[in-house]
């Protein structure tokens, strides 16, 4: 009789290798790997023999770097969706993507479960699981680090367990920061950002990056075009959106945009402490939000900071499978069809520096805007409009002074 299949969320480190022996020992199940690409790079060399030796009968690698970027990051991007004011949702994104491919494998290989090495402390665990619930209740979710058949509680332990099962891992008990990496950003947790009273040592942490003090001294001005609050080119050369993060990611990272140390409030209660680098990411939402002063009305953009507040939370939260999440996206498409248009830039030592902003849509109007009088406006029209808009406060003081006044008659 053949196993029952399990697929497992596998990215090669050491916690998703050491989960192939545990499961087939605890479970019986044949495991398989399933690592989806996000845009991980030279993370992803090896994974297919460290796989195999480990013990899976089978991985896929599942690139959806393509439909990160135009569905999950431009959703996010588009309605300036930022969590904490800081953190540009780089892990918080790809998650529902990723558990889409493991569900999508699972009933390929007929899986009665997925499995993820996700631990109990963080947020991740909640976006995997949430997202699976949400496409297939049907399937079981296997979430080791909360099994109480797992006893493995340190790397030590987890190299301990892969060499008494036959396999020697490169990993060691040292090893640096945890890390998340995909085509939007990098995540760095651990050593010395444990204690937020130290600094951290950026000489030793930054994968994508120079600091702004290591920048070139000369600035670098960059044009991007946008069509529907999509990016369309990066000076003059069109690219597929993919390409262009790439790119941003290169010219950021040279000039020391997008590095981030924060203290964030994670959903099950906990702060945590953790350096984000989003080179490209911090210049496209920068370029976007540029362009968008120029074509979005007062209160369009007044309304989406609130559609932004909510999306940068269900997001957070691994709620991207929601009639709430679909409804925010279908409003923040609708609102960015006049987002088209020309940026241009300079980025200099961390800083991203306007150089002009054109759109056909531009609702800025030189005419109106100038100290010159001009046909569409009279300055004599805002002495009624004072009037009219001051009218509660003028009704209120009144009040108050009637009132006063009876007071102090009273008292005389």
């Given amino acids: 009789m053949a196993k029952e299949k399990v697929v497992l969320a596998y990215s090669g480190g050491l916690d998703t290798t050491a989960i192939i022996p545990w499961l087939k020992e605890n479970y019986g199940y044949d495991v398989i790997c399933c690592c989806v690409d996000c845009g991980q790079e ?17 991985l896929y690698i599942e690139d959806i770097t393509d439909d990160f970027a135009e569905n999950y990051i431009m959703p996010c991007v588009m309605a300036d969706a930022v969590y904490e004011d800081k953190y540009l949702l780089g892990t918080s994104m790809a998650r529902p993507g990723i558990a889409k491919k493991l569900v999508e494998v699972a009933r390929k290989e007929n899986a009665v479960a997925i499995c993820h090495g996700a631990t109990g402390k963080g947020n991740d665990q909640i976006r995997f699981e949430l997202s699976i619930k949400a496409l297939a209740p049907d399937i079981k979710i296997i979430a080791p680090w909360r099994d109480d058949k797992w006893t493995l509680q340190s790397r030590q332990d987890e190299i301990d367990y892969a060499k008494a099962h036959g396999i020697n891992l490169p990993f060691s008990v040292d090893q640096s920061y945890s890390r998340d990496r995909n085509l939007w950003h990098i995540s760095h947790e651990g050593l010395e950002l444990e204690d937020p009273s130290n600094e951290p040592d950026y000489d030793h942490l930054l994968v994508l990056s120079s600091t702004p003090q290591k ?85 369009t953009m007044d309304f989406k900071k609130d559609v932004a507040n909510r999306m940068a939370q269900l997001v957070y939260e691994g709620k991207w499978y929601t009639p709430t999440m679909e409804g925010l996206i279908a409003f923040t498409k609708t609102v960015q069809k006049p987002v088209t248009g020309e940026v241009r830039f300079e980025l200099y030592k961390g800083n991203i520096i306007k150089a002009g902003t054109t759109s056909p849509y531009s609702l800025y109007n030189e005419s109106l805007a100038s100290f010159t009088t001009g046909d569409l406006y009279d300055h004599h029209d805002a002495q009624g409009f004072i009037t009219l808009f001051g009218l509660p406060m003028k009704v209120r003081a009144m009040k108050m002074r009637e009132v006063k006044e009876n007071e102090k008659s009273n008292n005389q």
């Fill in 42 to 58: 030279e993370e992803l060399d090896g994974l297919e023999e460290r796989a195999r030796l480990s013990g899976a009968s089978k």
């Fill in 215 to 299: 920048a070139p001294d000369q600035g670098e001005f960059v044009t991007m075009t946008f069509e529907e609050g999509v990016p369309t080119s990066i000076n003059g050369k069109k690219m597929k959106v993919a390409d262009i993060i790439r790119e941003l990611n290169r010219l950021g990272g040279k000039h020391g945009i997008g590095i981030i140390d924060i203290v964030e409030n994670r959903v099950v209660g906990m702060k945590s402490r953790g350096v984000y680098e989003t080179p490209g990411g911090t210049i496209l939402c920068e370029a976007h939000k540029q362009l968008e002063e120029l074509t979005l009305d007062r209160d």
